[in-house]
């Protein structure tokens, strides 16, 4: 006898359809509840608010309080809720979640189960993807794709990153220490009529050979061949930031070029340039050598530090909220980090 067969789930998987236009509808970020400024670090280490201006251009960064609820998912949380507000949209609408980040709370499960079960979608997929600071910009051209392809219609993409859960605030690691804060952004993809709305253009690259130049041991075989193994690093950055700092400079100004190049556009016809958050003067740089104007390049490196993945999506909720990036414009995104990895994200909105 045949055992009854059980009834099925309502299906959620989707047939591919004809490509289709693709739009952000939507922006939020979420920083936590605390800044951590230059003056409170001279407290914790020895350094001084004129050594980091100086070096890296920040004055101010945020740090979670865990005992005040804070953690990666609760602020990725938050800032998709605002995205989802400002979308017009329910989280129940979402098809997919995709958070960006290196500091998940724990390996199992990911993050974005996390987050899709406190805002609510009970409807997404939900997935983690780790690039450090180029998270955000390889989950916007995965989110892209998957809608261009017309599998999904609404997917979040999410870049949430807790650095400072990776940080000595020692004087032996204010190196690094200085450099990273916490924060949250957000973006909701859609699909649209107008297929000539979405990206012109992308590239994501790794050069995994650089892999030891930013790295978080946990073990004796996570220090790279010739390094030590020094169990007080356990648990945080290692970066040469003289190395990590040539790696930006040479790949950053080549990276929008190559992205240009691709779209058959000039500096010029950029309407906005949203760069990951990494030094004052790498930013500087590129703006001098593409002739952008200062509106044209938006910076808030000085007051919220290296956010890691949040970085780009903060930028651009702020951007949004501002009014400066509006529909009809070509923006593009780029950012580089850990892995070492870089990629960029050129829109028509």
């Known amino acids: ?107 199992c499960p990911a993050s974005a189960c996390r987050v899709a079960a406190d805002v609510g979608a009970t409807r997404a997929g939900a997935f983690d993807l780790n690039a450090a600071c180029s998270g955000f910009v390889f989950g916007l051209n995965t989110a892209h794709d998957l809608i261009k392809g017309g599998a999904y219609r609404r997917i979040a993409v999410v870049g949430a990153d807790c650095l400072s859960t990776l940080m000595d605030y020692s004087t032996a690691g204010r190196g690094t220490a200085i450099i990273f804060g916490d924060a949250a952004g957000a973006a909701i993809v859609e699909a649209c009529d107008d297929a000539g709305k979405g990206i012109l253009a992308q590239s994501m690259h790794c050069d995994g ?72 003067r790498i930013l500087q740089s590129a703006r001098e050598r593409f002739g952008l104007p200062e509106d044209k390049l938006y910076v808030n490196i000085d007051r919220v530090g290296n956010t890691v993945g949040a970085s780009v999506p903060l930028c651009l909720d702020e951007l949004c909220r501002a009014g400066r990036i509006k529909p009809g414009q070509k923006v593009m995104f780029v950012a580089f980090g850990g892995g070492l990895t870089w990629g960029s994200s050129l829109w028509q909105l």
Request: charged residues 20%; contains cysteine; proline residues 7%.
């Open 1 to 107: 006898m045949n055992a009854p067969a059980v009834p099925s789930a309502p299906s959620t998987a989707r047939r591919s359809k004809s490509p289709q236009g693709v739009k952000i509808t939507g922006t939020g970020s979420c920083l936590p509840a605390t800044p951590l400024t230059n003056a409170d670090l001279e407290k914790l280490m020895e350094t001084s608010d004129e050594w980091i201006v100086q070096r890296t251009g920040i004055r101010s960064r945020y740090r979670i309080n865990p005992a005040l609820g804070e953690s990666t998912h609760t602020l990725a949380a938050e800032a998709l809720r605002r995205a989802l507000a400002a979308a017009g949209l329910a989280a129940t609408d979402l098809d997919l979640i995709i958070v960006a980040t290196m500091t998940p709370e724990m390996a």
């Open 209 to 280: 050979e650089g892999w030891k130049e930013i790295y978080v041991p946990e073990c004796e075989r996570d220090f790279p061949p010739g390094v030590a193994c020094d169990p007080s690093k356990y648990g945080h950055v290692q970066m040469n930031g003289a190395a990590v700092f040539k790696f930006a400079v040479g790949t950053f100004s080549d990276l929008i070029q190559e992205t240009l190049d691709a779209a058959g556009m000039a500096a010029a016809d950029l309407d906005m340039l949203v760069c990951h958050q990494s030094n004052m």
